[in-house]
């Protein structure tokens, strides 16, 4: 591992793997947080299990937190040492002729969203700490829709969601395609189907979320 770890090779494939593992946790949280646009009922069977079953909670919790925080330390990492290994700058550099802006700017949007992680952690996950480790108030089932639809009441959270799911779609749309690119998924003959499934998941992933945001907003 820490071979692994001592090259860039071996970081951008580490990094690789951890943006895989986020894209599917981004399709399962997007499926649970669907289930409020159906009904009630089924979104609050839905987080009950998820907020109090022992291995999502001790376990999956833990390693999504790291995978996060993982993820955006090695990007600023081989942001780094890309910029150390090219300590003299072109005289005469067009960078949208080489590469998209997604690209260019990839920090700056995992930036954005790492900050966005921060609101929702303290709309949802601060407040389910508070309920159950703080307050310790008695397990109830039927109480998450409700929280849910009570954040969004607000239009300006609701137009900070949008905001970074937007930004969240234009990072997507460079590190999908990206990472399987790091994994050695190169071959002509099934990257422009890997580039098609990462634009597609690109739009409709951050869409999803900005649906449920903007349906709690208008059924208040």
Known sequence: MAGLMTSTVGRKYAMALSAIFLLIFLVMHLAVNMLSVFGETAYNNASYFMGYNPMIQFLMQPVLVFAVFFHFIMGLVLEYRNNKARPVKYAIHNGAANS???????????????????????????????????????????????????KFADPFRVGAYIISFILLGLHLAHGFQSSFQSLGARHPKYMPMVKAFGNWYSILIPAGFIFIAVYHFVTQ
Do not use: C
């Not at 690209?103 to 159950?132: C, P, Q």
């Open 100 to 150: 998209t802006w997604m690209s260019r700017n990839m920090l700056i949007t995992g930036a954005v969203i790492l900050a966005f992680l921060g609101l929702h952690m303290y709309d949802f996950w601060v407040h389910e700490m508070n309920y159950k480790y703080v307050e310790s108030l008695p397990a109830e089932q039927n109480r998450f829709w409700d929280d849910l639809h009570a």
